[in-house]
């Protein structure tokens, strides 16, 4: 018991330490700065920069091909909300027409990692857009009028408090006319599994959609995503679900 409890603890703490020492910065600002870190060390990492670990690459194709399967075409424009330094981004920039992907992540350190991991040739014909977070770059891409907004491996790093911050982020391009695709890890209540990482209540993720005019629906054969898309309007059929 008593080593459950530290295991508890310790998560809260860094953060806590960390808030102490930068006080008024929000959690996305704690971790896009242990992001940025931990893209200059040596340590194999599942998602992130260069040095990724051996069963990355297979990941990242698995997920490319539950994401195509729901009908993204070439000539789709596509936003890739929480993009990272591009695992799964270079799949869809290489699938995609040219000025077809934009990629959006919280900090410019981790959209620059990115761009280095893109080949020359494939940046200057694809031309893909990678822009940080905001409401000045959201409104842009909104402006687009995006087909489809994916977004893998993001909700576990979103604390239950700022899950309304992640869905009003998405409303513009929602709103805008492109279909959700999310992905969360999910059980019967919402818990912290790490300094960083959570797992989310379904419920409270249906609400927080229902808040910004949204609606969140499990997908039968979406690989672990769900559709999000504005309250009202008719769902999409799948590849897969025709």
């Not at 600002?29 to 200059?40: D, G, H, I, P």
């Not at 789709?76 to 330094?85: E, I, L, M, N």
């Not at 893909?128 to 909700?155: C, H, T, Y």
């Not at 239950?160 to 982020?169: G, S, T, V």
């Amino acid at each position: 018991m008593t080593w459950w409890l530290i295991q508890r603890a310790i998560p809260r703490a860094q953060f806590a330490l960390w808030s102490l020492r930068n006080p008024g910065r929000s959690f996305r600002e704690f971790y896009a700065n242990s992001v940025a870190r931990s893209l200059n060390n040596a340590k194999k990492h599942s998602s992130l920069g260069s040095n990724l670990k051996p069963d990355s690459t297979k990941r990242a194709q698995q997920t490319f091909d539950k994401l195509i399967a729901q009908g993204i075409l070439p000539n789709d424009t596509v936003v890739d909300y929480g993009c990272g330094t591009l695992r799964i981004g270079k799949l869809f920039i290489e699938f995609l027409d040219a000025d077809r992907y934009v990629g959006m992540d919280i900090d410019e350190r981790i959209l620059d990692a990115g761009r280095s991991q893109l080949p020359p040739a494939l940046f200057d014909s694809k031309r893909p857009s990678l822009e940080v977070i905001s409401i000045d770059s959201l409104s842009r891409v909104a402006a687009l009028n995006p087909k489809w907004v994916f977004s893998q491996g993001v909700l576990q790093h979103v604390p239950p408090l700022e899950l309304d911050e992640y869905f009003k982020n998405l409303f513009p391009l929602i709103h805008a006319g492109a279909t959700g695709l999310i992905k969360a890890r999910i059980d019967s209540r919402a818990r912290r599994l790490s300094t960083m990482s959570w797992v989310h209540e379904l419920g409270q993720l249906e609400a927080a959609a229902v808040r910004h005019d949204m609606k969140l629906d499990r997908l039968q054969s979406g690989g672990g995503f769900m559709r999000l898309r504005a309250a009202g309007t008719i769902a999409p059929v799948s590849r897969s679900e025709a």
